[in-house]
């Protein structure tokens, strides 16, 4: 397991559990708790699960800026959490959250309505 890049508050038990990438990082996929929806895709160091946990509000590390972003600070589309779950080989959180507006930078629900690039009916 990759250590962390920066430092973080986060409980020792649960980064133990965390599988890191080699930038510190560990996927985190978004969905709207209480349907499905999936909304985004974001990434999570240390740090910013232990805000997104202790805040209720998700709390991402931007690659491209080199800093913290908690989603809807500056656009109002907030995210309140509801749930964070590790997957099974401890790289990939799924967050599910109360979205606020849009979850996409595009201004669109979700990151996932504008690409289908395979649609197939399903067996009946």
Request: charged content about 25%.
């Amino acid at each position: 397991m990759t250590a962390p890049a920066r430092p973080s508050q986060l409980d020792p038990e649960i980064a133990a559990q965390l599988k890191r990438d080699a930038d510190g990082l560990v996927t985190a996929v978004v969905q709207q708790h209480d349907t499905g929806e999936v909304l985004m895709v974001g990434w999570m160091d240390d740090e910013a699960l232990h805000r997104t946990l202790t805040t209720g509000r998700a709390t991402y590390w931007s690659r491209s800026r080199g800093e913290y972003w908690v989603k809807g600070e500056t656009s109002g589309h907030r995210q309140w959490v509801r749930s964070v779950a590790l997957d099974c080989d401890g790289d990939t959180l799924l967050v599910g959250v109360d979205q606020e507006g849009a979850a996409c930078h595009t201004g669109d629900r979700t990151c996932f309505d504008a690409k289908v690039l395979l649609a197939a009916p399903l067996d009946e």
